[in-house]
């Protein structure tokens, strides 16, 4: 097989990408610290550049917003009361929410903001413009919280379970530094450290991708066969020519949920809520109809 165009393709791509936030840096600049003068709009600017970019590549159904997942305790389906003894929650504030916003409706928008149902969520990215030694266990734990969320089934059957969405952390650069270890193996040990001492995750609470876009990438592999007991993860140092592989990997994650045969029976989302027990006042009567449909 080839691709070559593709991995060159994709590479001029992230080369751009980073270009184009480093003339940020040149307009804006700081003279105490890397990136831009303004470090709030540096960084909110880093996440709009990356929204950006993701959704000139995904289909035209799934839209890259940021904001909130709200989990409703309310009836799913037609008659599906698996969130009975729930009640609601929400997630905190995501960078990116990757939502099938074709197929499932929206609780609020306010531009690119919203407030949606986990039913639509395909992937959820933690976006940083520099990681730093302190954001590994923490974003991989806000990942987890937001992903537990999104466990829906597409029956009333408690097994006949909806793939969870695709998780990833991604940063411009890492600011990851280890003297005494090597930096990957101290970032595993960090993903590691997010997941222990808890309830046990599923494979698809784990964080999918963590990685540096120019520069280094972690990932998931996909289990194959029996459901795995472990998940494994892998790196690549990324080398000339290869500044592809972190979109790439996200990409192909994200393309992987939504495609997924779990996901292509839809079910109705928790969207309305009705007080329980509440009757109608009176009947008004009949109309006669001919059939269902």
């Known amino acids: 097989m080839d691709g070559k165009r593709l991995q060159d393709y994709w590479s001029q791509e992230v080369d751009a990408l980073i270009s184009t936030y480093k003339q940020f840096e040149t307009l804006i600049p700081s003279e105490k610290h890397d990136g831009s003068a303004h470090h709030g709009e540096d960084g909110r600017f880093v996440e709009d550049l990356i929204r950006e970019y993701f959704s000139k590549y995904l289909p035209k159904g799934l839209e890259v917003l940021t904001g909130f997942i709200l ?35 929206v609780f609020q928008r ?6 949606v149902p986990p039913e639509g969520v395909v992937a959820i990215i933690s976006v940083k413009k520099h990681l730093n030694d302190g954001d590994i266990k923490k974003e991989c734990e806000a990942l987890w919280v937001a992903s537990k969320l999104c466990r829906t089934q597409h029956s009333n059957l408690s097994e006949d379970k909806v793939r969870g969405p695709y998780l990833a952390l991604v940063s411009m650069n890492s600011k990851i530094e280890k003297k005494t270890q090597d930096n990957l193996e101290w ?9 222990t001492g808890q309830e046990k995750p599923t494979f698809d ?32 140092i990324h080398k000339t020519g290869e500044s592809h592989l972190g979109l790439q990997f996200i990409l192909t994650g994200v393309l992987s949920v939504f495609y997924d045969e779990t996901r292509r029976n839809l079910r109705r989302p928790g969207f309305t809520a009705f007080p329980s027990g509440r009757n109608h006042d009176k009947s008004l009567g009949k109309i006669e109809c001919n059939g269902l449909r």
């Open 71 to 105: 989990r409703p305790a309310v009836k799913t389906g037609t008659n599906g009361r698996e969130r009975k003894s729930d009640s609601d929650k929400h997630s905190s504030q995501l960078d990116i929410i990757v939502f099938d916003s074709e197929r499932y409706p």
């Open 205 to 236: 609470d784990l964080v999918g991708f963590v990685g540096s876009l120019n520069e280094w990438s972690i990932f998931k592999r996909r289990p194959e066969g029996k459901p795995p007991s472990k998940a494994e993860y892998v790196n690549l």
């Open 110 to 115: 306010f531009g690119d903001s919203v407030i």
């Open 187 to 195: 970032i595993f040990s960090k993903i590691n450290e997010a997941y």
